[in-house]
């Protein structure tokens, strides 16, 4: 296996992006182990902010180890004399800041710089991180510690098949980084793979070269994108290529023995991004896409620019059609405006949820909306807990997805459809690229609708008894 070399660059990010720290003593300090947030205590690192990821890999399907080097650009928000980044396993066989050779310790699943000298605050610099080994998923932290617990990261399949799913924790486990939502940055990832198979990654195919019998698939994601959205997915498939009526480029992966059948669920999908785009604003990528991978792992997930889909959530029936439609929304809420913190997770689900719906509104004449969400409300209510902070083994239940959409639907049926599009299209706008908060939302739609509505949404989000829809 040729050996890639991965760049991981650690940089300032945007303002509203990137994670705040104290700054640090004359003498410098060491970085934080965490970013801070408590759902996920040892998730994250303190004293820089990233910029950008180059990650480089050479992988063969019939050799569970890959060779790899990661490239990190960072900004030190503080004088540093080390810093932590989050790494699951591996041996790390060399790490240099800007060129030079820096000692390095492990401490659980993350690695531990020591620079050569102590870097200023303000200062940009490069972490290069050669590593190797074999790469083993991590069990969900969201998820009721049982023998089946779902796993994220970098998965191998008995045939020798790679994808990667990683919400909340999982990035991990196959590169180096600021394991968390608020440090947002660019991505470029080369994998190095025979010519039997194919690769799909986040943003767009930037180059495929051929050296010999080995292909090099060079990807880019050009906007900011948290870590555990960043996906790689290996396997002998073939690309379906359209565009939107609009002019959004859609690329699809699916195997070569399900091309066909995996196609027939994405024939809306241009006609989804259009719709979308009416309601929240342009899309706001250069292009988008799915990939479905072979496991029935029971989900899709939202991976920028790049869906990943498990084989069961196919369709051609609404229910699956309203799953595309879902993960496509996620492109807006959650991928382009970002979660600061993972307590705010409903922003990402309830909108996508309720999306889900209003597209199934939108193309469906027998969909009723209403009578829909006054159903869900009547036979759900009592089991839907409050959707705003719900602990760490509650982020992915019913109640973010299920109340959160109710929370939007109560509010548009308040203010009215005008006002709240017009929210939907600011707040895309106002945080692109970006992360934000339910604080910052509730005051945009305070700001938007001209009265404060925090009574209203904390009845919604933090009651424990559901209101009754307006």
């Known amino acids: 296996v040729a050996l890639v070399t991965v760049a991981v660059l650690v940089g300032a990010g945007c303002a509203s992006s990137g994670p705040t720290h104290a700054s640090g003593t004359t003498r410098g300090a060491a970085g934080a182990g965490t970013i801070g947030d408590h759902y996920f205590p040892t998730s994250g ?12 890999i050479g992988y063969s399907p019939d050799r569970p180890q890959i060779r790899a080097t990661t490239t990190v650009e960072s900004t030190a928000t503080r004088m540093l004399r080390s810093f932590e980044l989050d790494l699951a396993g591996f041996t790390v066989d060399r790490v240099t800041v800007d060129g030079r050779p820096a000692d390095v310790s492990r401490h659980r699943a993350k690695i531990v710089v020591h620079p050569s000298t102590t870097l200023a605050e303000s200062r940009r610099f490069v972490t290069r991180v050669t590593y190797h080994g074999v790469p083993h998923t991590i069990t969900d932290p969201s998820e009721p510690k049982t023998a089946d617990a779902g796993q994220l990261g970098w998965t191998r399949t008995s045939d020798g098949d790679v994808f990667v799913v990683s919400e909340p924790v999982g990035a991990r486990t196959w590169f180096p980084g600021n394991d968390h939502p608020s440090d947002k940055a660019t991505f470029a990832v080369t994998v190095t793979v025979p010519d039997s198979v194919a690769v799909a990654a986040n943003g ?50 699916f195997r070569d023995d399900a091309f066909g059948f995996d196609s027939q669920s994405f024939t809306k999908t241009g006609t989804m991004i259009d719709y979308f785009s009416s309601l929240f604003g342009a899309y706001p990528f250069g292009a988008y896409g799915a990939v479905v991978v072979q496991p029935k792992i029971g989900y899709a997930l939202e991976t920028q620019t790049m869906s990943v889909f498990g084989s069961d959530m196919l369709g051609t029936d609404l229910d699956a059609e309203m799953t595309v439609a879902h993960e496509l929304a996620h492109q807006w809420f959650g991928d382009s405006v970002g979660i600061r913190r993972w307590a705010d997770i409903w922003l990402n689900e309830g909108w996508a949820t309720y999306a889900q719906y209003l597209w199934a509104a939108h193309s469906n004449s027998s969909f009723d909306l209403d009578r829909t969400m006054i159903d869900l409300r009547a036979s759900e209510g009592a089991k839907l807990t409050p959707p705003n902070n719900p602990g760490p083994d509650g982020l992915f239940t019913g109640s973010i997805y299920e109340r959160g959409a109710l929370t939007l639907h109560a509010l548009r049926r308040t203010i009215g459809d005008t006002k709240f599009f017009e929210i939907a299209k600011q707040w895309n706008a106002k945080y692109r690229y970006s992360t934000a908060t339910t604080t910052d939302f509730i005051a945009l739609t305070s700001a938007v609708f001209g009265r404060d509505l925090t009574t209203f949404f904390h009845a919604w989000l933090d009651a424990d008894t559901i209101p009754r829809l307006p």
């Open 204 to 253: 767009t195919l930037h180059r495929r070269a051929a050296p010999g019998r080995r292909q090099a698939w060079e990807w880019t994601m050009d906007q900011p994108m948290a870590t555990y959205l960043a996906t790689v997915v290996i396997a002998p498939m073939r690309v379906q290529r359209s565009t939107s009526a609009a002019g959004v480029p859609i690329r699809n992966y």
């Open 45 to 56: 690192n303190g004293g820089y902010d990233v910029t950008h990821y180059d990650i480089r």
